[in-house]
């Protein structure tokens, strides 16, 4: 069956110019999770919901950052007057339910250039 | 808080030689332990996991095993293959989340 996918592959934009960027999980996987992949940060964790809701919004890194979910399945993270700093690559990854046993399943990303 | 220690790479190791990647973590209670691999062009995928103390993780040659005495889940292969060049991430599940280790770049020469 399909996978995480993720939309856009690629992003370059400008400096203070807003981007959104877009997460499909596999079907059925109630719980979304997103996280960012920074050459000086490592991988880290953002955000995730569990259906329409986000009981854990406490790695979003300022309030440029803001994520939702509609209808338990697609997510959007948005990011308000990017910054140079923001330039990472933005994982989206999905599982069956929330809970230390099951599997993360990670989408390809999103590569955010911000020049 | 929670958090994941792995050893920093690159790790360069000629094919058929052992590997061990070593991986420690500090958290409360006794977390899902997993470790991810990045080949190059692709993303994240779990190689392997263990939910508890004492279990052993394995897939694809490679081993885990969770030892609580030592808060460790060191990664282990006899054998290792040009095809298994990657990043390689320790990461324990914490509040839902998953915190990861920096990361171990592995290159196997031929």
């Known amino acids: 069956g399909a996978g995480v996918s993720q939309s856009p592959s690629n992003k370059v934009t400008e400096k203070g110019k807003d981007v959104e960027l877009r997460c499909d999980p596999i079907?059925?996987?109630?719980?979304l999770y997103w996280y960012r992949q920074s050459l000086g940060q490592g991988l880290e964790f953002l955000i995730y919901?569990?259906?329409?809701?986000?009981?854990?919004k406490s790695g979003l890194p300022s309030d440029r950052f803001s994520a939702e979910r509609t209808g338990g399945s697609v997510s959007t993270l948005t990011i308000q007057r990017t910054q140079q700093e923001d330039s990472a690559v933005y994982l989206c990854?999905?599982?069956?339910?929330?809970?230390?046993?099951?599997?993360?399943?990670f989408g390809p990303g999103t590569r955010l250039t911000v020049l | 808080g929670d958090s994941v220690t792995q050893m920093e790479g690159p790790v360069t190791l000629s094919e058929e030689a052992f590997l061990t990647i070593n991986c420690t973590y500090t958290a409360t209670g006794y977390p899902s332990l997993f470790w991810y691999v990045q080949y190059p062009g692709e993303g994240l995928q779990l190689l392997l996991k263990?939910?508890?103390?004492?279990d052993k993780g394995s897939n694809k040659g490679f081993e885990a095993t969770y030892r609580k005495e030592t808060t460790s889940f060191h990664l282990e292969k006899g054998s290792v293959q040009v095809s298994d060049s990657a990043v390689y991430f320790c990461?324990?599940?914490?509040?839902?989340?998953?915190?990861f280790g920096s990361g171990t770049r592995l290159l196997v020469r031929p």
């Open positions: 990854a999905s599982s069956p339910i929330a809970g230390g046993q099951n599997e993360q399943f």
């Open positions: 079907s059925g996987h109630t719980a």
């Open positions: 990461a324990l599940h914490s509040s839902y989340k998953l915190i």
């Open positions: 263990a939910t508890k103390a004492d």
């Open positions: 919901f569990q259906g329409n809701s986000a009981p854990d």
